[in-house]
């Protein structure tokens, strides 16, 4: 058995003081929100600490559950995040897929255009102009068709593809395979970790994302969760600032509403995180440390 010098024995003790702390100032935000969104109106408005809520009060949850447009933006997000993070793997593992085979025809330009896509954006005026041209102005497809396609997961994907044999491309297409079946049989089964992280970063990417659902949807049906948000949060405010004494009403506070309407919106995230964490740092070195 090793035994530690005190030099190694203090250097363990702060390490681990300072792990603690920042432990602590990453959960606490999370604790702080869920332990608002319980409270009661007169809990969330006193000062200091909230780690667990006092007086626990489920009104902005009722308030929040009470908007039928809730489940009309819960159905819109989760749509668009499944079926845009499926199309992302999907076009972007077909994109991905020639461009890390060697003999790949024009490779070097296509990878200098994608390179300066990822590092220049043409402003958000050229893009609603570009939208309103393809008609998908207050249509769902514009959360969906303009993010199909990731030129840093695309540069990911390559590596990944790259670290894998060519001797097993070459053994399927002596056994007759095309080269869909070699991507869909062979490429994507052997590469289900840089594909879940992929994956992952795309999913999250589409329940945040905000500024599309704010910018090119006018209808209030095919409206994101976190444009609700927005909305739910301003209503709330209205209504503490007109000086309505209702019982109900002075049962919460913007500050609970916007707390609750959090914790409504991060949840799904949440439950599906631990599952495909095991991947993430596999998928990450798979993706990058090939050239």
């Not at 990822?118 to 102009?129: A, H, Q, S, V």
Request: hydrophobic residues 50%; glycine residues 6%; contains cysteine.
């Amino acid at each position: 058995m090793i035994k530690s010098t005190l030099g190694e024995k203090i250097f363990s003790f702060f390490n681990t003081i300072f792990l603690i702390f920042v432990a602590f100032v990453s959960v606490y935000p999370l604790l702080y929100t869920l332990s608002i969104s319980l409270s009661s109106a007169a809990e969330a408005a006193r000062m200091g600490f909230h780690l667990y809520p006092r007086e626990i009060s489920l009104s902005a949850y009722k308030m929040v559950f009470a908007n039928e447009e809730l489940y009309q933006a819960y159905g819109n997000t989760i749509a668009r995040t499944v079926l845009g993070t499926a199309g992302a793997l999907i076009v972007t593992s077909m994109f991905a897929y020639p461009m890390s085979r060697s003999h790949m025809p024009l490779k070097r330009p296509i990878m200098l255009i994608l390179i300066f896509a990822m590092l220049f954006d043409g402003g958000i005026i050229p893009l609603y102009l570009l939208i309103k041209n393809f008609g998908l102005i207050d249509n769902r497809l514009v959360y969906i068709l303009p993010s199909l396609i990731s030129a840093y997961n695309c540069i990911i994907l390559i590596n990944s593809f790259k670290a894998l044999p060519e001797s097993l491309m070459e053994s399927a297409k002596l056994d007759g395979a095309s080269e869909m079946t070699i991507l869909f049989r062979i490429i994507i089964p052997l590469s289900k970790p840089v594909l879940a992280t992929v994956g992952l970063w795309a999913a999250v990417g589409h329940w945040n994302t905000w500024m599309d659902g704010l910018l090119y949807i006018n209808s209030n049906d095919k409206q994101i969760l976190q444009i609700f948000l927005q909305r739910i949060v301003k209503q709330s405010q209205l209504s503490m600032e007109s000086g309505l004494t209702n019982v109900d009403v002075m049962s919460y506070t913007s500050e609970t509403i916007t707390s609750a309407t959090i914790m409504v919106t991060i949840l799904p995230i949440l439950l599906v995180y631990p599952y495909i964490q095991k991947y993430f740092v596999k998928g990450i070195m798979l993706g990058s440390v090939k050239g």
